[in-house]
C-alpha cells in the first residue's frame, strides 16, 4: 500500500492540490490513505508500548532492592557485595537509562506520516462538504439534529456525527458569523461530548473550555446574554478554578446589565419551493403515464416510458448493460477533473472513436430514431459530497446558438448507477421526477416545434444523500436532425 501511494505522490507535482469532495470515486481514494495513516500510528503505538513495557520490567526488579534499602539504609550499603551493586547501578545503569528515554520512538512512521501530507484533505475540500451537507439539509428539509444522529430525508442511516465533527461545523459557521447555525452545532457538540475521551480531544486540540467559550460567543453575537451566561455557568461547575471561564463569566455578568436579553424564537422551516417538492417525491402520481415496448435490432423489447408528451420526456430501460457501464465508470474514474459548473462533481469527455460508443450510438439511433452524428461528445459525471447541479436548462439562447451556428434539440442522459437516497431530476415546471436507474436512458427534447428553447425543459439534479451517481450525457444537434431529415415529431 505504501508504493501505490508513494507512486501517487511522484506522479504529482509537488504542489498539486487533491480534490476528494467533488465525487464519490475521489473520495474512495481517502480509504487507503486512512488505512496507511491508522497503521503507521499503530505502529508507533507498539514500539511506545515495547518502550514502556522494558521500563516497567526493570522498575519492577528495581523497586523490591530500593525499599530493602530504605529500611536498613546503613545495614544495606555496609555490605560491600550492596554496595557495589549501587554504585554501579548509580554510575553505569542510570546514564543508559537516559539514552534510553531521550531515544526517539517511531522516526520511521513518523516519516511516512509527513511523507504523506500533501494528499490529506484541504480547507477547500472541507468547505465543499460542508456545502454538501447543506444542501442535504435545505432540498431535504433537514435539521441540524437529523443530519447529526444519521436521519436524512426520513430514514436513519447507521452512522452520526462525532462531538468532534458538531465542534468543526459549529467552527466553521462561526467563522463566517452565520451564528445561528454555529449556535445549534455547538450545541450539538456539547451534547455529545465524552468526558472518557477527553486525553484523545486534547491531541486534536478540542476542550471543553473552547467548547464553552465559543457557545458562549456565538449566543453574544445574537444578544442572547443570559443564555451564553447559562452555558458559562455550566461549564463553572464542572471547572470551577479555570480563569478563562471566570473572567468570560465577568465579562456576561457586566454586560448583561447594560444589554437585556432578547427573545429569539426559532423559526419554523420554509414551504418546499417547486424544486424541493420533486426533490423529496411530493410531486403528484401521473395516471395518464404511457409505457410501451418498442422493438430494435439490438433488443427484442426495449420498455419505454413517455413520462409527459409535451414536452415531450421519455424514460427507457436496460439501454446499457451492467458490463457496459463497468467499463464506463472505469474509463471515468481514470480520467475525472474537477466540472467548472458543478461545485461537487467531477466529469470527462468520453472518447468517440471507443468501439462501446460506436455500438452505443447505434443502438440510440435506432432506439430514438435520431441521428447522433456531429452532436457533442459524451460527458461522464460523477458526484460527491451531496453532489447536486441547480435548476438549468440545455439548449442555447439566441445569442449563442447564433455564434455555435447549432442548438441541443434532445439530451440523452444515460444513469451509469443506481442510488439509495436522492439524485432524481426533477424537471419543476411540469413537476417530472426521475429517480436515477443503472442503464436507463433519459431522453427529453428541448426545443420546441418552432426550434425555440422550451423553458419548460429546465431540470434539476438534486443533491446525492446517499450513494455513488454516475450519469453519461450527450446533446444531439437540431441542425443535424434537419439536416439528416431525421427528425420526427414524437407527439
Given at each position: 500500500m505504501l508504493l501505490v501511494l508513494l507512486f501517487y505522490i511522484c506522479a504529482c507535482s509537488a504542489d498539486q492540490e487533491y480534490d476528494y469532495s467533488s465525487a464519490v470515486d475521489s473520495l474512495v481514494e481517502l480509504i487507503p490513505l486512512q488505512r496507511y495513516y491508522y497503521g503507521n500510528l499503530s505502529a508507533f503505538a507498539d514500539k511506545m508500548e515495547a518502550k514502556l513495557s522494558t521500563i516497567r520490567r526493570a522498575l519492577s526488579k528495581m523497586r523490591p532492592v530500593l525499599e530493602s534499602a530504605e529500611t536498613q539504609q546503613e545495614l544495606f550499603v555496609g555490605n560491600p557485595l550492596r554496595a557495589y551493586s549501587l554504585l554501579r547501578q548509580l554510575h553505569h545503569d542510570w546514564p543508559n537509562w537516559l539514552d534510553f528515554v531521550e531515544q526517539p520512538i517511531g522516526a520511521v512512521?513518523?516519516?511516512h506520516f509527513r511523507s504523506l501530507e500533501l494528499m490529506l484533505p484541504n480547507q477547500t475540500?472541507?468547505?465543499?462538504?460542508?456545502?454538501?451537507?447543506?444542501?442535504?439539509?435545505?432540498?431535504y428539509g433537514q435539521t441540524e439534529r437529523d443530519l447529526a444522529s444519521g436521519l436524512l430525508h426520513g430514514q436513519q442511516h447507521n452512522v452520526q456525527l462525532s462531538s468532534m465533527d458538531c465542534w468543526s461545523l459549529g467552527r466553521y459557521y462561526f467563522h463566517r458569523k452565520r451564528y445561528v447555525v454555529a449556535t445549534v452545532w455547538l450545541g450539538l457538540a456539547a451534547d455529545r461530548y465524552n468526558v472518557s475521551k477527553e486525553d484523545?480531544?486534547?491531541?486534536?486540540?478540542?476542550?471543553?473550555?473552547?467548547?464553552?467559550?465559543?457557545q458562549a460567543a456565538s449566543l453574544m453575537r445574537q444578544n442572547r446574554n443570559e443564555d451564553a451566561l447559562t452555558v458559562i455557568n455550566a461549564a463553572l461547575e464542572i471547572l470551577p478554578w479555570d480563569m478563562r471561564l471566570q473572567?468570560?463569566?465577568?465579562?456576561?455578568?457586566?454586560?448583561?446589565?447594560?444589554?437585556?436579553?432578547l427573545e429569539f424564537a426559532e423559526e419554523p422551516l420554509p414551504p418546499a419551493d417547486d424544486v424541493q417538492r420533486g426533490c423529496r417525491g411530493q410531486y403528484l402520481w401521473k395516471t395518464k403515464l404511457n409505457c410501451r415496448y418498442t422493438w430494435t435490432p439490438f433488443y427484442e423489447r426495449l420498455k419505454m416510458e413517455e413520462l409527459t408528451l409535451d414536452p415531450y420526456i421519455a424514460l427507457y430501460h436496460d439501454v446499457v448493460s451492467a458490463k457496459e457501464m463497468t467499463m464506463l465508470q472505469n474509463y471515468g474514474r481514470m480520467n475525472l477533473t474537477?466540472?467548472?459548473?458543478?461545485?461537487l462533481a467531477k466529469h470527462c469527455p468520453l472518447p468517440e472513436a471507443i468501439p462501446l460508443v460506436q455500438s452505443?450510438?447505434?443502438r440510440l439511433e435506432h432506439m430514438t430514431g435520431l441521428s447522433l452524428n456531429n452532436s457533442e461528445g459524451w460527458l461522464i459525471t460523477n458526484y460527491g459530497i451531496g453532489g447536486f447541479f441547480g435548476l438549468h436548462k440545455d439548449y442555447f439562447d439566441e445569442i449563442e446558438e447564433a455564434l455555435r451556428g447549432d442548438n441541443r434539440l434532445v439530451t440523452i442522459q444515460i444513469y451509469l448507477s443506481n442510488v439509495s437516497q436522492g439524485g432524481y431530476t426533477v424537471f419543476p415546471h411540469v413537476e417530472v421526477a426521475v429517480k436515477p436507474q443503472a442503464g436507463a436512458a433519459l431522453v427529453f427534447y428541448n426545443l420546441l416545434d418552432s426550434l425555440v428553447g422550451d423553458s419548460r425543459t429546465q431540470h434539476h439534479a438534486c443533491p446525492v444523500i446517499d450513494g455513488d451517481k454516475w450519469i453519461a450525457t450527450k446533446w444531439l444537434s437540431a441542425k443535424e436532425q434537419l439536416v439528416s431529415k431525421s427528425w420526427k415529431c414524437q407527439l
Open positions: 512512521e513518523v516519516k475540500d472541507m468547505a465543499n462538504a460542508v456545502i454538501g451537507l447543506e444542501q442535504i439539509r435545505d432540498m484523545v480531544y486534547a491531541v486534536q486540540g478540542f476542550h471543553r473550555v473552547e467548547l464553552c467559550q465559543l473572567s468570560l463569566h465577568s465579562r456576561l455578568q457586566n454586560r448583561w446589565l447594560v444589554r437585556p436579553r474537477q466540472d467548472a459548473q458543478r461545485l452505443l450510438h447505434t
